[in-house]
């Protein structure tokens, strides 16, 4: 069956289209790679939750956002810390607890996916009543009793008024701003690996073709203007690609209809032609 030049066209353009298409498709499969939740962006491995789907996240990595838009995270427990910064680059995040007391929540910490940057082993007192040992208090002290905290490396001297307090818990291997009230806490990731991608302008996120957790980088793609350009020059390609079509068709036709003409003229005239 002989194929028409329009038929041609509309395959040709198709598969213009469809190529088009399909080399600034969907990153990563991640239909929202990056998001916001106050001044905080928010991207792999973490991902807020019901504003981007799993893929868009690594596991355990996930974040809320409150309605004051204060980026959450929720730790063991249900217990909840804000996020102050995701430092990307160096694979850090900063966090506060807007109840002023971190040392609450270090039992919590230690079964997630991070870890304390520095870290120190620490001895806790119970002073009842409250006495003046020369040492700050911690924020799990009250009115009626001071809980002090003495490092594995402080000076013995400074033990001795803490002998007439009780001795309460050890902690092994926390930041020594928690016991200083300090109101951040500083952790660290050490996987997924991103940071080679971060550095060099690029974004981390899952393998395409992985049914596992690999990661890969890819190109930096700006919200919503990759889609615009593709469907606008998708719209335009399907528009010239219709008129074109549609002018070939008909001139395709016209041929056929004037040869089938001329043809028939010469049948016609070669049967009336009398022969000698």
Known sequence: METSPANSLFSVCLLLILWFSGSVGSWNSCPEPETTCGNLTVRFPFRIIGRQPEQCGYPRFD????????????????????????????????????????????????????????????????????????????????????????????????LFPLLFCSKIFNISSIPYEIIKLD??????????????????????????????????????RHKGSSNKFVITGSILLLVVMLVVIHYVRNTYKSRKESQAIIEKFLKDYRALKPTR
């Open 63 to 158: 974040l809320q956002c409150s309605s004051a838009n204060h980026t959450v995270l929720e730790l063991p427990g249900s217990h909840k810390l804000n996020v102050k910064i995701i430092d990307y680059k160096s694979q850090t995040i900063h966090l506060y607890d807007p109840s002023g007391c971190l040392l609450r929540h270090v039992p919590n910490l230690l079964p997630s996916p991070f870890q304390f940057i520095t870290s120190y082993d620490f001895t806790f007192f119970n002073c009842s009543p409250p006495r003046d040992v020369g040492l700050d208090s911690t924020c799990l002290s009250s009115s009626t009793y001071h809980v002090y905290a003495v490092s594995s490396g402080d000076d013995i001297g400074e």
């Open 183 to 220: 109101d951040t806490l500083d952790l660290m990731r050490s996987h997924p690996m991103c940071e080679h991608c971060e550095s060099k302008g690029a974004r981390c996120g899952f393998k395409n073709s992985s049914t596992s957790y690999d990661t890969a980088c890819f190109k930096v």
